[in-house]
């Protein structure tokens, strides 16, 4: 099965951009929808940005369309988190995830990286 790890996580200063990457191993990229999510702590873990298999569809959470964009490279199997003017309340681990279903389907990603790390400091 496929297998993702993140990268780019860090300590940050409002304001700043951030880009986050994924990278999968051991299965047929293409085949999954993609999405990131993010876990505060206290807090349940939400969803950041899901994109389809062919990557010609996203979506966003109201909250957070402008400031986040997801995109992905089948060809290098890896998809990306670009996230631009970073508030404190960003501040959260950050998971890769992968679904064999639909994209919309939030409930049916079952295969998760092991997180990564974002600070944003006022």
């Known amino acids: 099965q496929v297998q993702l790890a993140e990268s780019g996580g860090g300590l940050v200063q409002a304001g700043d951009s951030l880009r986050l990457s994924c990278a999968a191993s051991?299965?047929?990229?293409?085949?999954?929808?993609l999405g990131w999510f993010r876990q505060a702590p206290g807090k349940e873990r939400e969803v950041v940005a899901t994109i389809t298999q062919a990557g010609n569809k996203a979506y966003y959470p109201d909250s957070l369309k402008g400031r986040f964009v997801i995109s992905r490279d089948n060809a290098r199997n890896t998809v990306v988190l670009q996230i631009n003017l970073l508030y404190p309340e960003d501040t959260a681990v950050y998971y890769c995830?992968?679904?064999?279903?639909?994209?919309?389907?939030?409930?049916?990603?079952?295969?998760w990286g092991q997180g990564t790390q974002v600070t944003v400091s006022s």
């Open positions: 995830a992968a679904s064999p279903g639909s994209y919309l389907m939030t409930t049916a990603f079952t295969h």
């Open positions: 051991g299965g047929a990229f293409s085949t999954y929808a």
